[in-house]
């Protein structure tokens, strides 16, 4: 408790196995619950500072992006299947889906597509920044709630600084245990966004494997959607993949071609930097 604090010892107690098994101790599993901790403290730290000029009183219709919606619906998903797995008991995979959420949908995917839209607002326009903070505001709030009774301590901190006020409980452990939002699920937006991130993850490997920095400048990227309806979803989405890629000019064409896959869509494009 002393090295990594009680919400990493708590982490290994509820994933480490089947409530009523028998589970080994081991300290890596300790240390990978310290390391999620850090994870999640320094993305709510950056959340945060993206977070100061907003107004969380604004009440108007926010202008959703392809992502903003393709991660609000995964994080509905996400709360049904948590307070699914907690009613029953199953601890280790109610800590699995939210560590893998958090760290690979939440931190990895979207908050790295969406830093030039919150950068940038003269190029991309300040109601879509509005909504990229919106969707940050919204998700963080509901991953800290569903992760409350496994790690308290941290949850309660990141709470009390960004969350809690006049109009909200003092304390995340009093606040109510959220529902999913049906409205928000939509598997047209599931699709939309994990084609347009796995275009952005597939462009960025491209030039790790190049060994170029990613933010390397490509002048151009023609991406041979294979059809019309994945040519559209593609061009709703491109903002994210020329601001996260450092593309210059995208050109989308709805025709089959020749170039790097990005499988399983069928989907290929070329790169000129």
């Not at 889906?97 to 839209?117: G, H, M, P, Q, S």
């Not at 992760?147 to 606040?175: C, F, G, R, W």
């Not at 170029?212 to 490509?218: A, F, Y």
Request: charged share 30%; net charge negative.
């Amino acid at each position: 408790l002393d090295k990594y604090g009680a919400d990493a010892a708590r982490q290994w107690a509820a994933g480490g196995g089947t409530t009523g098994s028998d589970i080994p101790f081991r300290w890596p599993d300790v240390e990978y619950g310290w390391r999620f901790l850090i994870k999640l403290w320094n993305a709510s730290r950056f959340v945060s500072s993206l977070l100061t000029d907003f107004n969380v009183d604004d009440k108007s219709e926010h202008v959703l992006q392809p992502l903003d919606r393709w991660i609000l619906s995964k994080c509905e998903k996400l709360t049904g299947n948590v307070t699914e797995a907690i009613e029953r008991c199953q601890f280790n995979l109610a800590m699995e889906e939210l560590r893998n959420f958090i760290w690979r949908t939440f931190c990895d995917c979207y908050l790295e597509a969406v830093k030039d839209r919150l950068y940038n607002p003269e190029v991309h326009g300040q109601e879509k920044r509005k909504a990229a903070q919106y969707t940050l505001y919204v998700v963080l709030e509901r991953v800290l709630k569903l992760l409350a009774p496994i790690i308290p301590h941290i949850t309660e901190e990141i709470y009390d600084t960004m969350y809690a006020d006049e109009k909200n409980p003092k304390s995340i452990h009093v606040s109510a245990w959220p529902t999913p939002d049906l409205k928000r699920t939509s598997e047209e937006a599931e699709k939309q966004g994990d084609l347009v991130m796995a275009i952005i993850t597939e462009v960025r490997r491209e030039k790790a494997e190049k060994h170029l920095p990613l933010n390397t400048k490509i002048a151009k990227l023609t991406i041979y959607a294979g059809d019309k309806a994945a040519a559209e979803m593609i061009s709703q989405g491109k903002e994210d993949i020329e601001g996260t890629c450092k593309i210059t000019d995208i050109l989308v064409l709805p025709e089959k071609g020749n170039g790097r896959e990005i499988k399983p869509y069928g989907v290929c494009f070329t790169a000129e930097y």
